[in-house]
Nanobody, 124 residues
């Protein structure tokens, strides 16, 4: 059974930092793209960042570029996103997802597996 389990969310002041973690298990993810998405209240779930297990250039939404950094630890089957200079508009539930096809990085429909999400709240 595939499981993606996020952790690390919480409440932080604007300008602060958080690091989210995603523990992946239940299948071989080596060919996948791993992504982070977020969903704010009343809004669509949106792409945040993606990285291939095999390495290469990570991809970021313009809204987080320069502030967020996605990384992975292949040995531990973990994916992380380091979020710096947080803004109130970053407030959302953050989801980890796995994309077995690996060719379309920014679209929700390309990701077959999802975690339960972790809440990030940034106060002004």
């Amino acid at each position: 059974q595939v499981q993606l389990v996020e952790s690390g969310g919480g409440l932080v002041q604007a300008g602060g930092s958080l690091r989210l973690s995603c523990a992946a298990s239940g299948r071989t993810f080596s060919g996948d793209v791993m992504g982070w998405f977020r969903q704010a209240p009343g809004k669509e779930r949106e792409f945040v960042a993606a990285i291939r297990w095999t390495g290469g250039t990570p991809y970021y939404a313009d809204s987080v570029k320069g502030r967020f950094t996605i990384s992975r630890d292949n040995a531990k089957n973990m994916v992380y996103i380091e979020m710096n200079t947080l803004k109130p508009e970053d407030t959302a539930i953050y989801y980890c997802a796995a994309n077995p096809g690996g060719s379309i990085l920014t679209k929700k429909y390309a990701y077959n597996y999802w975690g339960q999400g972790t809440q990030v709240t940034v106060s002004s």
